[in-house]
């Protein structure tokens, strides 16, 4: 059930016509939070894609493959330079017009090390410090002009609406890895995540509209969140140095929530006649704010597996990794609260719930020279937020597509990475049928016919990554 869903019946049928596909942003669109493959750390899994479960060979292993630290002994300390990203974002099909948000910036990046340890039980031990998550819009779209909502006069009112709509989410992951060699070219490693997780979000809709005999209908409708949660989640691996082939299996657990909290504000509100020729005005709130919330997130099982072959100077990277479903639950904690004017009972909610997803990576690397190499991946990076409205913390249901290209300059005691990153996808706003207030079981209306919501990435890779 989305925020709002309670919400609805109460509002008469013009305020959700006025501003019909607006109003369907808040509870159709999903975000970029809900996809796992959207950000890649270190030299070679920048270039790669990520598609390195099998065959990563430095200290970003902590994340993609803990127990490839043991058979691809890297010393030292990675530091990651963040690189710039320009994103686009953009909905088409809204009342015959498109709106659009752009933003450009650093992509978050990678710190990573080792522990000296003196210990017969451990092989060793590492840190990493990563952004997991890191996602922000803001989007805004007018329409002023005439259209016939209230009907059934067939005589177009004045019609003025505006849409706002943000998002701020920050997820950071520090680590500690352990790992060991137990036999000639076999390691094992777990990494301990703590995750700090910081989200925020706000749709904001009013419309205004102005009837033939001058009078006239105004509406709002506002949804406001921000939650913070620290959890606990573990990621295992298995390393395997065959010779010119490498292997590896990774199973990431899911998460132990530790700590958090928020709050949500929630206003739908309504003024004016509700057909033509009315002589009677309808007013209707309900609002409430609700602070010190409880706030919760849940991650999935993962299991992934890959490999890399060498074939001369060139070597093929392929991995893949599965997640598993995360059943609906409330990320917010929130109450049942009564309306202003009619007194009746509203549950608005704050709720979660993920599909599974497979993804699926291949990678070249050629190595030109022992100090020039280039490399070249593809690699899908699914969505799992449902397509139904279940999910309504994310702004986009949306699956991409990463091609990647660049090359790596081994200058020691340093990297010079260069290279370029392209991502696309959409996802379709489906028409949404609303009855009737009072009259649930009537003929619903049909509001829009096809409405796309687009996003576009591209991301310049100029990295230098610190050895020491």
């Given at each position: 059930?989305?925020?709002?869903?309670?919400?609805?019946?109460?509002?008469?049928?013009?305020?959700?016509?006025?501003?019909?596909?607006?109003?369907?942003?808040?509870?159709?669109?999903?975000?970029?939070?809900?996809?796992?493959?959207?950000?890649?750390?270190?030299?070679?899994?920048?270039?790669?894609?990520?598609?390195?479960?099998?065959?990563?060979?430095?200290?970003?292993?902590?994340?993609?493959?803990?127990?490839?630290?043991?058979?691809?002994?890297?010393?030292?300390?990675?530091?990651?330079?963040?690189?710039?990203?320009?994103?686009?974002?953009?909905?088409?099909?809204?009342q015959g017009k498109s709106a659009s948000s752009s933003r450009i910036g650093p992509s978050p990046g990678l710190v990573a090390g080792r522990v000296p340890v003196d210990s017969t039980v451990l092989g060793g031990v590492a840190y990493s410090i990563l952004s997991r998550q890191y996602f922000g819009i803001d989007l805004k779209h007018f329409f002023t002009g005439q259209r016939d909502l209230l009907g059934p006069d067939k005589v177009p009112?004045?019609?003025?609406?505006?849409?706002?709509?943000?998002?701020?989410?920050?997820?950071?992951?520090?680590?500690?890895?352990?790992?060991?060699?137990?036999?000639?070219?076999?390691?094992?490693?777990?990494?301990?995540?703590?995750?700090?997780?910081?989200?925020?979000?706000?749709?904001?809709?009013?419309?205004?509209?102005?009837?033939?005999?001058?009078?006239?209908?105004?509406?709002?409708?506002?949804?406001?969140?921000?939650?913070?949660?620290?959890?606990?989640?573990?990621?295992?691996?298995?390393?395997?140095?065959?010779?010119?082939?490498?292997?590896?299996?990774?199973?990431?657990?899911?998460?132990?929530?530790?700590?958090?909290?928020?709050?949500?504000?929630?206003?739908?509100?309504?003024?004016?006649?509700?057909?033509?020729?009315?002589?009677?005005?309808?007013?209707?709130?309900?609002?409430?704010?609700?602070?010190?919330?409880?706030?919760?997130?849940?991650?999935?099982?993962?299991?992934?597996?890959?490999?890399?072959?060498?074939?001369?100077?060139?070597?093929?990277?392929?991995?893949?990794?599965?997640?598993?479903?995360?059943?609906?639950?409330?990320?917010?904690?929130?109450?049942?609260?009564?309306?202003?004017?009619?007194?009746?009972?509203?549950?608005?909610?704050?709720?979660?719930?993920?599909?599974?997803?497979?993804?699926?990576?291949?990678?070249?690397?050629?190595?030109?020279?022992?100090?020039?190499?280039?490399?070249?991946?593809?690699?899908?990076?699914?969505?799992?937020?449902?397509?139904?409205?279940?999910?309504?913390?994310?702004?986009?249901?949306?699956?991409?597509?990463?091609?990647?290209?660049?090359?790596?300059?081994?200058?020691?005691?340093?990297?010079?990475?260069?290279?370029?990153?392209?991502?696309?996808?959409?996802?379709?706003?489906?028409?949404?049928?609303?009855?009737?207030?009072?009259?649930?079981?009537?003929?619903?209306?049909?509001?829009?016919?096809?409405?796309?919501?687009?996003?576009?990435?591209?991301?310049?890779?100029?990295?230098?990554?610190?050895?020491?």
């Open positions: 059930m989305s925020a709002f869903s309670s919400l609805r019946c109460a509002v008469p049928r013009v305020l959700i016509v006025s501003c019909a596909s607006l109003t369907l942003l808040p509870c159709l669109l999903r975000g970029q939070d809900t996809h796992y493959w959207n950000l890649s750390y270190g030299t070679q899994a920048t270039l790669l894609g990520g598609a390195v479960i099998g065959s990563v060979s430095d200290l970003s292993a902590t994340f993609y493959n803990p127990g490839m630290l043991a058979v691809r002994r890297e010393q030292g300390l990675l530091l990651g330079a963040n690189v710039y990203q320009f994103q686009r974002f953009s909905i088409d099909g809204i009112e004045d019609v003025a609406t505006e849409l706002s709509l943000t998002e701020d989410l920050n997820e950071t992951w520090l680590g500690v890895t352990a790992f060991r060699l137990v036999r000639p070219g076999v390691g094992i490693g777990i990494t301990t995540f703590v995750a700090v997780r910081n989200h925020a979000a706000r749709s904001d809709v009013t419309a205004n509209l102005l009837e033939s005999s001058g009078s006239l209908v105004s509406m709002g409708r506002v949804r406001d969140f921000d939650y913070y949660n620290v959890r606990l989640l573990w990621k295992a691996g298995l390393g395997v140095d065959l010779g010119p082939l490498t292997l590896g299996l990774t199973i990431t657990t899911p998460s132990l929530d530790l700590l958090g909290g928020g709050s949500a504000y929630f206003r739908s509100s309504y003024n004016g006649i509700t057909a033509p020729g009315d002589t009677v005005s309808r007013q209707f709130l309900a609002a409430d704010f609700q602070d010190d919330l409880s706030a919760n997130y849940r991650s999935a099982w993962a299991i992934g597996a890959g490999a890399g072959y060498r074939i001369g100077n060139v070597i093929l990277h392929l991995s893949a990794e599965w997640y598993a479903p995360v059943g609906q639950y409330d990320v917010l904690e929130t109450s049942s609260f009564s309306g202003e004017t009619d007194g009746e009972t509203y549950s608005p909610s704050i709720s979660q719930k993920l599909n599974s997803v497979f993804n699926l990576g291949l990678g070249t690397q050629i190595d030109l020279s022992e100090s020039v190499s280039l490399y070249g991946s593809i690699t899908t990076d699914r969505s799992a937020a449902p397509k139904d409205g279940t999910n309504t913390i994310a702004i986009s249901a949306w699956d991409l597509y990463h091609f990647t290209a660049g090359t790596v300059l081994s200058l020691q005691p340093f990297d010079l990475t260069l290279g370029l990153s392209y991502a696309s996808g959409s996802a379709p706003l489906n028409d949404v049928a609303w009855a009737q207030p009072g009259n649930e079981g009537g003929t619903p209306g049909r509001f829009i016919d096809a409405a796309t919501l687009r996003t576009t990435s591209i991301t310049g890779i100029l990295a230098v990554t610190f050895r020491f």
